[in-house]
């Protein structure tokens, strides 16, 4: 564990309970998934492709940590709800991490509604499921930390990814309403119900592969790889396990993080 976010870690790992980690098979979720287990959490990796959960989290619990993998999609309400009963058999659902997103981005004239649908319902209502699922533990147990995975996109506008751009920016408007309800409710009743919000630019991982656009895909590879130094997924986990933590009674609300090198 770094040691500087030891020095800032009020909890112990027995207290830390369980994170919901969605879209944990690769990139952010899947370093955020590992960094977390390192922390102490007993971690549930939420992601369609099953080996590849199964294969982390048997990694995981071979490396002395708490591991499950639900093999599941985040646009189906049951593969979510069943992914929260996984996370309390573990133990207090204290964390989730809602990261699972695609950028299917193309032309305006050769877009496909579908597609649209697709990114809306996996951005955005993906979200919208998980935390509507983990909203009652939490409420219970007047203790949880929401993380959502928003982006430099959310506050920018890119061509050509006005719906991609359109999700992110929800995501974060969401965020800050469910922040002000849960304050008002910890206010009210104490406890301690967190809301963060993770905006990265470019980090080098898979997400650009689920541009099914040939052209744009390659073009957008192309500046990928044109960057000098990409964040990597273990920065955004690395980010994520300093917000998640901090003192309970600090709420880090919004994160921006960017390559040092990215220009816009
Ligand atoms: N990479 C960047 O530059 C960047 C920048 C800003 C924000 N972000 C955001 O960071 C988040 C993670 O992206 P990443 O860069 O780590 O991409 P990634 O490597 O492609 O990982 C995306 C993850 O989401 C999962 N996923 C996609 N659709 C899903 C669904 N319907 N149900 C369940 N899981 C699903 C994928 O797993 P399966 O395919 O196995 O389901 C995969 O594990 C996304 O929300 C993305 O928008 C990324």
């Known amino acids: 564990m770094n040691p500087a976010s030891k020095s800032h870690d009020s909890s112990t790992a027995s207290d830390r309970g369980v994170a ?12 955020t998934a590992h960094r977390l287990a390192d922390a102490g959490y007993a971690v549930v990796l939420l992601g369609r492709r099953g080996e590849r959960i199964d294969a982390i989290a048997s990694h995981l619990r071979e490396t ?13 309400d049951e593969d979510v709800i069943r992914a929260v009963e996984a996370a309390s ?12 997103g695609i950028i299917p981005i193309e032309p305006l004239e ?9 990114t809306v319902d996996t951005n955005l209502s ?3 499921r998980c935390v509507h699922a983990v909203l009652p533990t939490m409420f219970s147990r007047k203790r949880g930390d929401i993380v959502l995975l928003s982006s430099i996109a959310g506050r920018q506008t890119f061509p050509e990814a006005s719906v991609y751009c359109a999700t992110k920016a929800a995501i974060n408007h969401f965020a800050d309403c469910l922040r002000g309800d849960l ?4 206010a009210d009743g104490g406890g301690h119900l967190r809301v963060c919000v ?12 689920s541009i099914d656009h040939e052209p744009t895909r390659q073009a957008t590879k192309a500046y990928i790889n044109a960057l000098d130094e990409p964040l990597l997924p273990e920065d955004i986990a690395e980010t994520i396990a300093w917000v998640l933590q ?17 220009t816009r």
């Open 89 to 100: 058999e573990l133990g207090p659902l204290t964390t989730l991490v809602a990261n699972a």
């Open 110 to 118: 050769e877009s496909e509604l579908h597609r649209w649908h697709r």
């Open 198 to 209: 993770v905006q990265p630019g470019i980090v080098q991982t898979e997400l650009f592969d």
């Open 246 to 262: 901090s003192p309970r009674h600090v709420s880090i609300n919004d994160i921006v993080v960017r390559p040092t090198a990215m």
């Open 64 to 76: 002395g940590g708490v591991a499950k993998a639900i093999s599941g999609d985040v646009t189906r």
């Open 20 to 31: 919901l980690i969605t879209g944990a098979s690769a990139g952010i979720g899947s370093a």
């Open 183 to 186: 304050a008002k409710r910890c």
């Open 126 to 128: 993906g979200i919208l």
